[in-house]
């Protein structure tokens, strides 16, 4: 089975950075024959400062990352904050994923599910990988036929993260897709003056211990400049690294 690549920035900057994003990962899918999901948020809800950069909103966003889909032909993950988001951003995305601290919003399962697109949840950073058969039951029970689970490390202590691989296996016993977030698993969140630090050198390491763990995809926020990036500039990865990673990783 062929893994499930997800890539693209943290957050909707602009057309331009969306643009660049979308043609490597084309020539990447060309190159190794991969079908990478574009991703990128339309509203960054969940920052560390009210200060902080958010995204353009849902109208804006979507339409944007509408332009992207069409004119390239990638699929599109987003990410929704509240239940209300959900109908519109199905429209344009063909994933709709679910926050890890919102995985237990019982409303925002449900309506991401009623749309009939694939539902991406995310495991909350105080759970552990059996916790999460019940937000998938929430969301089965609610129509949806496709739902994902995504691997993101757990808090045991003050602004760092700690990934339990053996999460991924248990997590296969509840979905078929366990992604592996390989970027936002490097955060120290809210490490960073009010905003979330991490360290992107581990997430090559990060993607193969989950390989080995089983992992049957990959998510990985990239940004041409990553240390000029809105949000999660620590944990993205160059752009320009990608193509190697995905290449060792359908080895």
Known sequence: MRNTIIAGPCVIESAEL???VAQELVRINDTLGTDIIFKASFDKA???????FRGPGLE???QMLADIKSR????????IHESCQAEA???VADVLQIPAFL??????LVAAARTG????????QFLSGNDMRYPVEKARDAGA??????????TFGYNNLVVDFRNIDDMLGIVPTVIMDCTHSVQRPGGADGKTGGDRRFVPQMAMAAKAFGATGYFFEVHPDPDKGLSDAANMLELSKLENLVRRLAE
């Open 89 to 91: 951003a199905g429209e």
């Open 103 to 108: 995985c237990r919003q019982t409303d925002l």
């Open 72 to 79: 390239y032909g990638l699929r599109i993950l987003t990410d």
């Open 46 to 52: 969940n920052r560390t400062s009210i200060h902080s």
């Open 18 to 20: 969306l643009n660049t």
């Open 117 to 124: 697109r694939t539902v991406n949840i995310k495991k909350a």
């Open 145 to 154: 036929k496709d739902v994902w689970l995504t691997e993101r490390g757990n």
């Open 60 to 62: 804006k966003g979507l």
